[in-house]
Structure formats: structure tokens, C-alpha cells
């Protein structure tokens, strides 16, 4: 009687064991993401970022910047650095450093900046001798996570061009020279590879237009003072979240709060308000 009990007891079970092995498959193979679940302990919604650069990356812990901007608007940032100072471009193509560290997790921007010597030259001089480098590394993030998006971090002439290398190379002679085939340099590698910028050389231009009292610039005229690496935070903020960034109410202590409020008021009108021209259509 014991075994017909159990037998009668297995086959009324039978249908249901068939039943959540059924719904079991159906949930795992109708999954589409694509990205996988954050680290322990990592915010949802927190956006991941491997800042590569030199000194103009990591001056004044811009990075670390960005994050406390995110955390006053209840955003997360994420980042890692690769910006030993002097850098070039072509010693980041074969980093194998840098290449670990792209590996080591998903990326959703990798920030990529060059030397400004590298791009203030003429445009064929920079397709033939920079931008195989930038595509290197722009390769290796792809190989990584193909929808990792190059962001580029957009620099700037010197504060009085440089009169060193004026004669042979005319764009260095002033800021306006060397600013502007920065940028046109910079949005030229944006389109090829389907990225997007921190639109620096254009908020420099318009700061020092409208507002020649703020010294965008340490004493060297080339890296960006304590004010300046707090408008290229705002800039990144402003891409990286595609968020306002008049939002932001993180201050840095050494900085003039009047000051602050209109950076933020210059970087909504320069970026968040033009945000597709500093995205590759």
C-alpha cells in the first residue's frame, strides 16, 4: 500500500515539475540584455568611465570632480584613471597597462585625450600620424564592449599661443589658431568613430570672450587651473549623464560660488543646449 501511495503521489507531482521546468527555460531564453548586472555593491544606474589622458586629465582631480557634481543631482559615477603625465597618444596604443584596464569590466564612456601638440597640427599631418593610435585604443575598448562609446576629450591653445613654433607651424602663433584646429581635429575623430566630445576648446573660447577676468589657466598657460578643470568637470558631467548641469550644486572649496553659478550657467548654453553638435550624427 506504501509503494502504490507514492507512486499516485509522483504522478500527481509529475505535471508540476514539468511545469517550472517550462517557465524555468522560457525566462532564461527570452533575456536580451546585453550588459551585465553592476559589480557588488555598484549602483544600478551608475555610469562607468575610464578617463585615458595625461596631466590636462588629471590635474586637480577633475575626475573625482565629476563624481561629487553626480552625487549632488543623485547620479553615480563610476571611474578609473590612465593618465600618467606626458602621455602621449602613441604610448597609450601599445599600453599594455591600459589595455588591462579596458579589459577589466564594461565600460559605458571611455574618455580619451591626446597631447594638444598632437592635434594642433594641419589635418592630413593628423590623419596620417595621430589618428592611427586613437583608433588603436578606440579598437581595443570596441573589443571589450563593442556599445562603449569613445568619449574625447576636447582641449585648447595655450593662453598665448606659442611663439617657439610660430614661424614653421602658423596655428600656434595664437590661442584662436591653435583652439581652433584643436577642434576641428577633435570633431573630426568623433564623427569617424561614431563618438562624441567634452567640447573643450569651445568653452574656452567663450569663456575668454565674455569673460576675460576668469583665468581659465595654471602658470604654465597650457593645464587648466583649479577654475578651469571645474569647467571641463562640468562639461563631462554634462555629457556623461546628458543631464543639466545648472543642476549641480557641488562646491569646490577654493573656488568663487558667484563664479561657479556662471560656468554652469556658460556650460548648459555651450553643451547641454548644443548637446548634438558634440555627438557623431
Not at 559589480?39 to 544600478?44: A, G, H, Y
Not at 569613445?150 to 599661443?161: A, I, S
Not at 556662471?262 to 556650460?267: E, F, P
Amino acid at each position: 500500500m506504501r509503494t502504490n501511495l507514492s507512486t499516485k503521489w509522483e504522478l500527481l507531482l509529475l505535471p508540476t515539475f514539468f511545469l517550472i521546468l517550462l517557465l524555468s527555460s522560457c525566462s532564461s531564453s527570452s533575456s536580451t540584455e546585453e550588459v551585465p548586472p553592476p559589480l557588488l555593491n555598484e549602483p544600478v544606474d551608475a555610469k562607468a568611465v575610464l578617463f585615458v589622458g595625461n596631466s590636462l586629465t588629471n590635474n586637480n582631480s577633475m575626475a573625482e570632480m565629476v563624481r561629487q557634481m553626480a552625487f549632488t543631482t543623485n547620479r553615480s559615477l563610476l571611474y578609473t584613471l590612465h593618465a600618467p603625465g606626458g602621455t602621449t597618444i602613441a604610448e597609450h596604443a601599445s599600453s599594455t597597462e591600459l589595455e588591462a584596464k579596458i579589459n577589466s569590466r564594461e565600460w559605458n564612456f571611455v574618455s580619451i585625450q591626446a597631447q594638444s601638440f598632437a592635434f594642433v597640427q594641419d589635418t592630413p599631418f593628423v590623419e596620417n600620424n595621430v589618428f592611427p593610435d586613437v583608433l588603436t585604443v578606440v579598437d581595443k575598448v570596441s573589443a571589450n564592449n563593442s556599445f562603449t562609446i569613445p568619449l574625447y576629450y576636447m582641449t585648447w591653445g595655450q593662453k598665448d599661443g606659442d611663439e617657439t613654433l610660430c614661424g614653421p607651424l602658423p596655428d600656434y602663433c595664437t590661442f584662436e589658431g591653435m583652439n581652433g584646429i584643436i577642434k576641428e581635429n577633435y570633431l573630426n575623430i568623433m564623427n569617424r568613430t561614431n563618438g562624441q566630445v567634452s567640447p573643450g576648446a569651445e568653452l574656452w573660447s567663450v569663456i575668454r570672450d565674455r569673460h576675460p577676468e576668469l583665468d581659465l589657466y595654471a602658470f604654465d598657460g597650457r593645464h587648466p587651473s583649479i577654475l578651469g578643470s571645474y569647467v571641463i568637470a562640468l562639461s563631462f558631467y554634462t555629457m556623461i549623464f546628458k543631464a543639466d548641469p545648472t543642476e549641480v550644486t557641488w562646491h569646490r572649496d577654493e573656488l568663487d560660488a558667484a563664479d561657479e553659478e556662471l560656468l554652469r550657467d556658460i556650460v548648459k548654453e555651450v553643451v547641454f543646449d548644443r548637446i548634438s553638435e558634440w555627438q557623431a550624427n
